[in-house]
């Protein structure tokens, strides 16, 4: 059973900087495609970014484009979620996930919740205007 465990959430100030740590533990991390969604609080679930299990193509949403850099490293077994230039509206519990087939899939596959086999419990984001 493939297992999921964020880290590296907290209050920043808007303009600041986070980074997000997805542990894995269980399978061979470096077959799965790693997702990262956030859920703002009263809002659904959404997409924020995507690495292949390759790792040769990254995938963002629009509003985090250019602020934030998804990463992996297959020997520690973990996905990053690098944040910049934060915002307010970027306050969101942050979830990563796994994909655990060895596989490659059309861009906007990767942003569809239901493509990820396995999910992490969770890592608040809270920025400060």
């Known amino acids: 059973q493939v297992q999921l465990l964020e880290s590296g959430g907290g209050l920043v100030q808007a303009g600041g900087s986070l980074k997000l740590s997805c542990t894995t533990s269980?399978?061979?991390?470096?077959?799965?495609?790693m997702g990262w969604f956030r859920q703002p609080p009263g809002k659904e679930r959404e997409f924020v970014a995507a690495?292949?299990?390759?790792?040769?193509?990254?995938y963002y949403t629009d509003s985090v484009q250019g602020r934030f850099t998804i990463s992996r490293d297959n020997v520690a077994n973990t996905a990053y979620l690098q944040m910049g230039s934060l915002k307010p509206e970027d306050t969101a519990v942050y979830y990563c996930?796994?994909?655990?087939?060895?596989?490659?899939?059309?861009?906007?596959?990767?942003?569809?919740?239901?493509?990820?086999?396995?999910w992490g419990q969770g890592t608040q984001v809270t920025v400060s205007s």
């Open positions: 996930s796994a994909n655990l087939f060895r596989r490659h899939y059309f861009p906007t596959t990767y942003m569809i919740p239901s493509t990820y086999d396995s």
């Open positions: 690495i292949t299990w390759s790792g040769t193509r990254t």
């Open positions: 269980g399978g061979t991390f470096s077959n799965y495609a």
